[in-house]
């Protein structure tokens, strides 16, 4: 197999790799939209461009800068789960360092979440958590109030046996994730002790115990309950500890069954499943929960663990785009009569050869949009730049072949001979020039925060593609076009200079 074919088969491949995240549908287009509209979505668009909403958290310790920011990196890491697990993957979660002090009124280290595209910050909230401790309780009471109800009657000895084991029981509110998408209240509370009993004897159980939780489908739901589900599994020690607890009957409840158990996060319960029967194998089921995103929600909350410190809001708000529809649109139709200009001069300027730069532009263009697509890459405002700086960088790349090859055909060589002869030699300092810029970009990715590495990675993709497009593609079709590129037409410039000197 011929050199050239082989690089073709490497430029398809790469083309159609390139295509495919473009073209299978795996954003949020609504139903109805166009063929652009569909490709479109399955970029992620930064909040610069697409608004969404902004928190900021201060981390509630006393602990010294340094280890600030170690329980920084954790809190970022539980948060990350949650909303990754949540769907919200274009979300950029980071530490925020202040290296001038201002006082207390800006915390030396905060977490900031950014997420494009929502405007309910109450939802993102719940996901987040502002204390993000977790925990098991027990159950004594349950009622339905507007407000948070009286003690009641009866448990006055129960709540001084609490007191005796240091927790005193408390109402806390239900987390109905149904408020924050339709406004609907919901009014459940629910009595509750972290100490739950186990015989004569108390016992805690925190979130830190569960290893895994799923959401799944109950394809043989109970009567009259809801057809999802969330499979829990605990650590050996969890294990044991919740064999204890679903061992003992309750006697505040409900007789007949075991136990009724709120999982709470923060301020409220997430869920009050009822247990049934004595789990010994460490793997429990919450049944009968109404719909696959509160299945989804509860499993995030209780399957990420719990924050290693508590979480305060230092600022939370909804980002509208910082640039209107209409700028948008017209920057982007300015970007495409650019694009034709440079497409324009270089086949005035190079003629057949000024066929391939075009090709090149458009193929590297492709291949950006297509890596941006299946990287998952944010594209920002200052992502755009890098990709406007890769269209230049395309274009110098192939002026640097186009030069060489008529320094070539010049020296009398045939056209074939000029293309790999020129190849040769320029193929190094392509490589160079863009090695440069790479590192350059690498830096700025790593010690750089978010837009400025929303920079960075359309610069690296950009200028990796822009070599692949320039060494590969480029010769792969200049040397298919090779028998049409006349040679005279390169010539006549020295021709010229030879009269000028004769004169």
Known sequence: MRAN?????????????????????????????????????NIKLGLDIKGGALLEYQMVTDVSKEEMSALADRVIEVLRTRLDAAGFTEATVEKITTAISF??????????VQIPGITDVLRAESLVGKTGKLYFADVLAIETSSSTP?????????????????????????????EYVNGVQNNNWYFISPRIAVGSSYVELDGSVVTEAKSLVNNQPRPGQGRFMVSLKFNSEGSRTFREITSVKSTYTDTDIRKRLAIVLDEN???APLVGTQISDGNAVIEGLNSLDEAKEVSILVGSGNLPVELSAFNKRVLSPTLGRD???????AGIGGLILIMIYMLVIYGKMGIVADIALLYNGVLLMGMVSLTG?????PGIAGIVLTIGMTVDGNVLIFERIKEELQLGKTTENAIDSAFSKVVWTIFDANITTILA?????????GTVKGFAITL???VIGAMFTNIVVSRTVLTAMAGGIKPERYLKTKKVNEGREAR
């Open 5 to 41: 074919q082989k690089r073709l088969i490497v430029t398809v491949v790469v083309l159609v790799g390139a295509l495919l995240p473009l073209l299978i549908p795996h954003g949020n287009a609504p139903s109805g939209s166009s063929f652009l509209d569909k490709i479109a979505a």
């Open 150 to 178: 009286s003690i009641p009657a009866g448990m006055s000895l129960e709540i001084s046996r609490r007191k005796l084991q240091g927790g005193e029981p408390f109402w806390i509110k239900e987390l109905h994730f149904g």
């Open 327 to 333: 700028i948008i649109n017209a920057s982007l139709w």
């Open 377 to 381: 890459s944010i594209l920002t405002l």
């Open 269 to 271: 319960v997430i869920i």
């Open 441 to 449: 970009g690498i830096v700025l990715f790593y010690f750089g925060t």
């Open 103 to 112: 006082g207390e009124d800006i915390p030396p280290v905060r977490v900031r």
């Open 460 to 462: 690296i993709i950009g």
